[in-house]
């Protein structure tokens, strides 16, 4: 909740909920957000960390909490902001995005650095946090890919003030 508080005066928030296996650390993260349940005022999404045997899809927790963002009710809000600041982002979530549209996504995905997708990322978050406070949740991030890791310290790292809090 002070968490909450500080990003609501757009001081971003990047936290860390450690411990032992089992003693109750989702626990405590479900607790809280069932508390944001009923306050329409803030935006949820939690993306999940999955332990793979191989090579894992980068990126795998933030497109996962993108994707929860996006079927909210106000997902349409969603899908738009990664349209217009976030397209190789959009690329990569097909249930939100078809047909020419996404083609065209891809072409581009194909072609751009892959430096610009930690900007792209970074720039929709604080767009999307811009009305009201953000708050994403990343499970399990010790099975986390590196890109994935990468992106939550150069999110960290960002100085522009946004009401976003991210919780691993």
């Given at each position: 909740a002070?968490?909450l508080r500080?990003?609501?005066?757009?001081v971003?928030?990047?936290?860390?909920?450690?411990?032992?296996?089992?003693?109750?650390?989702?626990?405590?993260?479900?607790?809280?957000?069932?508390?944001?349940?009923?306050?329409?005022?803030?935006?949820?999404?939690?993306?999940?960390?999955?332990?793979?045997?191989?090579?894992?899809?980068?990126?795998l927790?933030?497109?996962?909490?993108?994707?929860?963002?996006?079927?909210?009710?106000?997902?349409?809000?969603?899908?738009?902001?990664?349209?217009?600041?976030?397209?190789?982002?959009?690329?990569?979530?097909?249930?939100?995005?078809?047909?020419?549209?996404?083609?065209?996504?891809?072409?581009?995905?194909?072609?751009?650095?892959?430096?610009?997708?930690?900007?792209?990322?970074?720039?929709?978050?604080?767009?999307?946090?811009?009305?009201?406070?953000?708050?994403?949740?990343?499970?399990?991030?010790?099975?986390g890919?590196?890109?994935?890791?990468?992106?939550?310290?150069?999110?960290?790292?960002?100085?522009?003030?946004?009401?976003?809090?991210?919780?691993?």
């Amino acid at each position: 909740a002070r968490w909450l508080r500080a990003s609501e005066s757009c001081v971003r928030q990047i936290a860390f909920v450690t411990g032992e296996a089992g003693m109750g650390k989702t626990t405590l993260v479900d607790v809280f957000l069932e508390s944001l349940a009923a306050e329409p005022r803030v935006r949820v999404g939690r993306g999940q960390c999955v332990e793979l045997y191989g090579s894992a899809e980068p990126y795998l927790p933030w497109l996962d909490a993108l994707s929860t963002l996006a079927r909210r009710v106000d997902g349409a809000q969603v899908v738009d902001v990664l349209r217009r600041v976030a397209p190789l982002w959009l690329a990569q979530l097909p249930a939100f995005v078809g047909g020419a549209e996404r083609r065209a996504l891809l072409r581009e995905a194909a072609e751009a650095p892959p430096q610009r997708m930690f900007r792209e990322l970074a720039d929709a978050l604080v767009a999307l946090a811009a009305e009201r406070p953000l708050v994403l949740v990343l499970e399990d991030l010790h099975w986390g890919d590196r890109p994935s890791l990468e992106l939550l310290g150069f999110i960290a790292r960002r100085r522009e003030p946004a009401r976003l809090v991210v919780i691993g």
